[in-house]
């Protein structure tokens, strides 16, 4: 059975930095393509970046325009958790994150608050 936790998501001011956590279990994070979705305020689910470690290392990660050159996703093979680093944050930001894994499997996402 497959699960997918995020965690470490919470309240950052403007241009702070926060990384969250997607720990999985029932499966190998390195062998499959895992995804960052967000969902803000009165918005339609949107994909961030996505990440497959198996590809070259030019189209192994992507990133949505809206965050390229702030965000930046990785996998810790040994802890099978997957992450995304997030600088500069803007206001704009602010939204329920989500790991997808093959889109077939979901976390129940994690709330980040981009405020002063």
């Known amino acids: 059975q497959v699960h997918l936790v995020e965690s470490g998501g919470g309240l950052v001011p403007p241009g702070g930095s926060l990384r969250i956590s997607c720990s999985a279990s029932g499966l190998t994070l390195t062998r499959n393509s895992v995804a960052w979705f967000r969902r803000a305020p009165g918005k339609e689910r949107e994909g961030v970046s996505c990440i497959n470690s198996q590809r070259t290392s030019d189209g192994r990660a992507k990133y949505a325009d809206s965050v390229k050159g702030r965000f930046t996703i990785s996998i810790d093979a040994a802890k099978n958790t997957a992450y995304l680093q997030m600088d500069s944050l803007k206001p704009e930001d602010t939204a329920v994150y989500f790991c997808?894994?093959?889109?077939?499997?979901w976390g129940k996402g994690i709330l980040v608050t981009v405020s002063s």
């Open positions: 997808s894994v093959n889109g077939l499997y």
